[in-house]
Each structure stands twice: as structure tokens, then as C-alpha cells.
């Protein structure tokens, strides 16, 4: 019998506003607090709530940007004569983003999603290491690069498997009391929420599955650990799309070429812009100001969100839209979906959720980089009890999961 496991598990978008109004996990994590999300996506929060700090400081924002020079799409400019619409072009898309995450050796979640074959060459791909591994930051330490310091034997769920593969590895783990740190990520219900918008029932069918498998795991370690730390967190939440927004028609009709005058990231809530001359700039900007759907983000604004890079390495010009508003077709996706996130973080359904079974939260967690705070703390509460108690540790051991692959990914 170990003393404690400190547990946190993450579900990837199960905001503030799904669950305000639900019961979930009341029974076992009482404690909840509504935390600020990080502006961005999933490739943002999820290296924030891993290294404690925000983009601006660890590089991870957006995943493409504009870099002709350290291209490694050139090979893909010949596919340009593929048909430009259909489930056939997503099914290619998929397999060939595949193979090229295995030619390219990128580590981290990789999807060519719908960026055009004829500029694919002018982008780079920012998330090449997988954050949720030691060594896994664009810059800076992440919590694993913490516990394998202080030699703590944790385990990570591995995102390539499903979340009933991860699940298992980890009862396993906690069975045989091989660890002393539990990190397991959810990406189910960010999918369903994009797929069916935040209001269908099937999401509460969700809340109700993810509620047994925390309660098995809640028995499981009872057999193992005194005491299991819960910490249960999300990165953003998920607003329903009502509202498609065609802006690509719009920049599109002003005489200017893409890859020419301007390079654009078509985001699904946002447009990032790089400029090659001042009519690109004056021109484009002046349409994005007359258009009511969003507005262009000031720097001042951008650097109180942590989202300011002095070397633009994300875009000179951050043209955001408001909750709701969905740009499509963007080169995230060709076709509208249900539900987004990566809105600013003070619209109503960008805020995360913090529940734990612990009797507080502390005042100095009040946004998602702050949950690395609790983790660490929990690693040095780790370390500590093992000095007391004089336990020897010759190694970090890693233990993650290695089963057959299949596919889940948060968007
Ligand atoms: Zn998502």
C-alpha cells in the first residue's frame, strides 16, 4: 500500500458552461472553480496546462505558420490537380497525413487538415514534439521534464490509443503500485461536442460514462494508495456555431495574390495574416475593420492574453471572430461543424473547469497554466514523503501505454 496518488485527469473541452448546471462528479470532486482558458486552441492550452506558462513564453500556439524557407511540405505542392471537394479528399488527407507524421518524424498530433497543396510549401509545422512527453515543449520544461528530475514513476496516457485503452493502462498501472503520479487525457468528448454542439443529449450520456470510469478508478486505487489527490480539469469548453462566415471570399476579392502579396492561416475562429508589400497591408486591413463578424486583435491585447510574439512567428495581423461565429470554409475544414472553441477567452463559453476531491483550491489557480502549479506541488508533496520516509529511487521509470493504434485526436 502506497500513501497517496496524486491523479489528474484532463477532458478536453468539458468547460465551465457544459457542467455548471450538471451534477458531474459532485459525489467524488465536490470543489469546483471555473478557470480562464488560454487563447488558442488545443495546441495552445494543452502546453500551457503542462508547463505552467502561456504561448508567448513556450512557442506552442497555432499549429501552422507561414516559414517558405523551413518548409517540409514542398514534396506536396505536385498534389494540387487532387479534386479540391469531398469525403474521398478528407479520407486522403488523413492517410497522407499519416505517412508524412512518420516520414517527417513528428511526435505530436499532425493533420494536414485543408490547407491547399498549392501553398502547403510556403508553411511549417509548429507542434513537431508531442508536449505530453518529457523534452515535449517548443521552449522550456514541461511537468514531465519535472518528474523524471525528481525521479517520480508517473504514468500519461498515450493520445494515439482510445480512452478505454488508456483507462486500462492505467488500472494496470495503479494495480501493481507502479507509480506515484497519474496523468489521463480525454479527447472524447471535445470530438462529440464538435460534432453535436453543446446542447444534445448525448453529451450528458458522456458525463454519465466518464463518471463510472472515474468512479472504477477511484475504487481501483483504494486497493493501493491511503489517499487519491483528484484533480479533474478541461482545457476550453465549446460554443455552438450558428453563424458561417465565408471570409476567404472576402479577402479573396480584393486584387491582391495569396503567396504573392500576403501569405493567411484560415483558422476556424481566426485569420493570421503575413505581408509582402504596404497595399497588402492597407488593403486587407481596412476589409477585415469594415467586416462586423470579428475584429483585428490589438498587440496590447494579445500580450495581456500571453499570445504576443515579437518575431510574428504566428502572424503580423490576429483577425479574431466573435463566440459563434464559425469561418468556413477555413484551412481547419472545408465543411461547417457543430460546435468550436479558440474564441477569446472572456466569451462566455471559453472557460474551463477545476474540480478536485480536496478541501481547497488554491486562490493562486485561477487560470489553466495554473493547473501545472497543483501538479507540482503534488510531485514536491511526492518527493517529500519520500525523503521522510527514506525511499530509496535509483531511476524515473516512465510507464505509458502500447497497444494497437486507434484514432482519437483533439481538434
Ligand atoms: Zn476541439
Given at each position: 500500500?502506497?500513501?497517496?496518488?496524486?491523479?489528474?485527469?484532463?477532458?478536453?473541452?468539458?468547460?465551465?458552461?457544459?457542467?455548471?448546471?450538471?451534477?458531474?462528479?459532485?459525489?467524488?470532486?465536490?470543489?469546483?472553480?471555473?478557470?480562464?482558458?488560454?487563447?488558442?486552441?488545443?495546441?495552445?492550452?494543452?502546453?500551457?496546462?503542462?508547463?505552467?506558462?502561456?504561448?508567448?513564453?513556450?512557442?506552442?500556439?497555432?499549429?501552422?505558420?507561414?516559414?517558405?524557407?523551413?518548409?517540409?511540405?514542398?514534396?506536396?505542392?505536385?498534389?494540387?490537380?487532387?479534386?479540391?471537394?469531398?469525403?474521398?479528399?478528407?479520407?486522403?488527407?488523413?492517410?497522407?497525413?499519416?505517412?508524412?507524421?512518420?516520414?517527417?518524424?513528428?511526435?505530436?498530433?499532425?493533420?494536414?487538415?485543408?490547407?491547399?497543396?498549392?501553398?502547403?510549401?510556403?508553411?511549417?509545422?509548429?507542434?513537431?514534439?508531442?508536449?505530453?512527453?518529457?523534452?515535449?515543449?517548443?521552449?522550456?520544461?514541461?511537468?514531465?521534464?519535472?518528474?523524471?528530475?525528481?525521479?517520480?514513476?508517473?504514468?500519461?496516457?498515450?493520445?494515439?490509443?482510445?480512452?478505454?485503452?488508456?483507462?486500462?493502462?492505467?488500472?494496470?498501472?495503479?494495480?501493481?503500485?507502479?507509480?506515484?503520479?497519474?496523468?489521463?487525457?480525454?479527447?472524447?468528448?471535445?470530438?462529440?461536442?464538435?460534432?453535436?454542439?453543446?446542447?444534445?443529449?448525448?453529451?450528458?450520456?458522456?458525463?454519465?460514462?466518464?463518471?463510472?470510469?472515474?468512479?472504477?478508478?477511484?475504487?481501483?486505487?483504494?486497493?493501493?494508495?491511503?489517499?487519491?489527490?483528484?484533480?479533474?480539469?478541461?482545457?476550453?469548453?465549446?460554443?455552438?456555431?450558428?453563424?458561417?462566415?465565408?471570409?476567404?471570399?472576402?479577402?479573396?476579392?480584393?486584387?491582391?495574390?495569396?503567396?504573392?502579396?500576403?501569405?493567411?492561416?484560415?483558422?476556424?475562429?481566426?485569420?493570421?495574416?503575413?505581408?509582402?508589400?504596404?497595399?497588402?497591408?492597407?488593403?486587407?486591413?481596412?476589409?477585415?475593420?469594415?467586416?462586423?463578424?470579428?475584429?483585428?486583435?490589438?498587440?496590447?491585447?494579445?500580450?495581456?492574453?500571453?499570445?504576443?510574439?515579437?518575431?510574428?512567428?504566428?502572424?503580423?495581423?490576429?483577425?479574431?471572430?466573435?463566440?459563434?461565429?464559425?469561418?468556413?470554409?477555413?484551412?481547419?475544414?472545408?465543411?461547417?461543424?457543430?460546435?468550436?472553441?479558440?474564441?477569446?477567452?472572456?466569451?462566455?463559453?471559453?472557460?474551463?473547469?477545476?474540480?478536485?476531491?480536496?478541501?481547497?483550491?488554491?486562490?493562486?489557480?485561477?487560470?489553466?497554466?495554473?493547473?501545472?502549479?497543483?501538479?507540482?506541488?503534488?510531485?514536491?508533496?511526492?518527493?517529500?514523503?519520500?525523503?521522510?520516509?527514506?525511499?530509496?529511487?535509483?531511476?524515473?521509470?516512465?510507464?505509458?501505454?502500447?497497444?494497437?493504434?486507434?484514432?482519437?485526436?483533439?481538434v
Open positions: 500500500m502506497k500513501p497517496v496518488l496524486p491523479l489528474f485527469i484532463f477532458i478536453d473541452a468539458c468547460g465551465w458552461e457544459i457542467v455548471k448546471d450538471d451534477p458531474f462528479l459532485t459525489s467524488v470532486a465536490p470543489l469546483r472553480k471555473r478557470l480562464t482558458s488560454v487563447f488558442g486552441y488545443s495546441s495552445a492550452c494543452v502546453p500551457s496546462i503542462l508547463s505552467g506558462r502561456w504561448p508567448s513564453e513556450h512557442r506552442n500556439w497555432c499549429y501552422f505558420v507561414y516559414d517558405p524557407a523551413n518548409s517540409p511540405f514542398r514534396i506536396l505542392r505536385h498534389l494540387s490537380w487532387l479534386p479540391s471537394a469531398g469525403t474521398s479528399r478528407r479520407f486522403f488527407r488523413r492517410l497522407l497525413s499519416r505517412f508524412i507524421k512518420a516520414k517527417l518524424k513528428f511526435c505530436g498530433y499532425f493533420d494536414l487538415y485543408n490547407i491547399p497543396f498549392k501553398h502547403i510549401s510556403l508553411f511549417d509545422f509548429s507542434e513537431k514534439k508531442n508536449p505530453l512527453e518529457p523534452g515535449g515543449m517548443n521552449r522550456g520544461p514541461n511537468i514531465f521534464d519535472f518528474l523524471e528530475e525528481k525521479k517520480v514513476p508517473y504514468h500519461v496516457s498515450n493520445p494515439t490509443k482510445s480512452e478505454e485503452f488508456n483507462l486500462e493502462a492505467l488500472r494496470r498501472d495503479i494495480s501493481r503500485e507502479a507509480i506515484d503520479f497519474a496523468f489521463l487525457y480525454w479527447p472524447g468528448l471535445d470530438g462529440l461536442l464538435h460534432n453535436v454542439g453543446n446542447q444534445s443529449p448525448s453529451i450528458s450520456d458522456k458525463l454519465r460514462l466518464y463518471e463510472q470510469w472515474i468512479d472504477q478508478l477511484m475504487l481501483a486505487t483504494r486497493d493501493h494508495y491511503a489517499a487519491t489527490h483528484l484533480y479533474l480539469f478541461s482545457d476550453h469548453g465549446m460554443a455552438n456555431c450558428d453563424q458561417h462566415f465565408n471570409l476567404r471570399k472576402q479577402i479573396d476579392r480584393l486584387p491582391l495574390q495569396m503567396g504573392r502579396d500576403y501569405a493567411v492561416v484560415y483558422d476556424s475562429t481566426m485569420a493570421r495574416f503575413w505581408f509582402f508589400n504596404q497595399n497588402a497591408r492597407t488593403l486587407i486591413t481596412d476589409r477585415l475593420q469594415e467586416l462586423p463578424q470579428g475584429r483585428i486583435l490589438p498587440d496590447e491585447e494579445l500580450e495581456r492574453l500571453g499570445a504576443l510574439f515579437p518575431d510574428r512567428h504566428f502572424g503580423e495581423l490576429i483577425y479574431l471572430v466573435k463566440e459563434g461565429v464559425l469561418i468556413v470554409p477555413s484551412h481547419m475544414g472545408e465543411r461547417p461543424i457543430r460546435g468550436m472553441h479558440g474564441y477569446h477567452p472572456d466569451e462566455k463559453h471559453s472557460y474551463a473547469l477545476l474540480s478536485t476531491n480536496q478541501k481547497e483550491i488554491p486562490e493562486d489557480v485561477n487560470a489553466i497554466p495554473d493547473i501545472y502549479k497543483l501538479m507540482k506541488r503534488e510531485v514536491e508533496a511526492v518527493c517529500a514523503r519520500q525523503n521522510a520516509g527514506g525511499v530509496r529511487k535509483e531511476r524515473a521509470s516512465k510507464l505509458t501505454a502500447t497497444a494497437p493504434e486507434s484514432a482519437t485526436a483533439a
